[in-house]
């Protein structure tokens, strides 16, 4: 019911946006969060939209180069990242969480199957 896409490879300095669509209406409603997994790493929370759109959240380790957004009408959530490094190099996972609180990885149930992301230095 979440379909992402959009990764690939890329150098480090480029840019890449995935896009997660959503097959339901419902999910309009449910905070939408993007997380990774990196070789040998636990999956963690990387950016998260509160489902009005109007609040955001970032790791620490993305700020200022991801952004997370969506269209609702499109039933889309998107994620430009921008200035990669290959520390980025992960596995891409969107989701979607009923309640709770959007920047909490607990918030999430609903999960699209993964886009590899590959930054080459």
């Known amino acids: 019911q979440l379909q992402a896409y959009g990764g690939g490879l890329v150098q480090a300095g480029g840019s890449l946006r995935l896009s997660c669509a959503a097959s339901e209406r419902t999910f309009s409603t449910y905070a939408m969060g993007w997380f990774r997994r990196a070789p040998g790493r636990e999956r963690d929370l990387v950016a998260a939209i509160k489902w009005s759109g109007d609040s955001t959240y970032y790791a620490d380790s993305v700020k200022g180069r991801f952004t997370i957004s969506r269209d609702n009408a499109k039933n889309t959530v998107y994620l430009q990242m921008n200035s990669l490094k290959p520390e980025d190099t992960a596995v891409y996972y969107c989701?979607?969480?009923?309640?709770?609180?959007?920047?909490?990885?607990?918030?999430?149930?609903?999960w699209g199957q993964g886009t590899q992301v590959t930054v080459s230095s």
């Open positions: 989701a979607a969480g009923p309640r709770g609180n959007y920047a909490d990885y607990r918030t999430y149930n609903y």
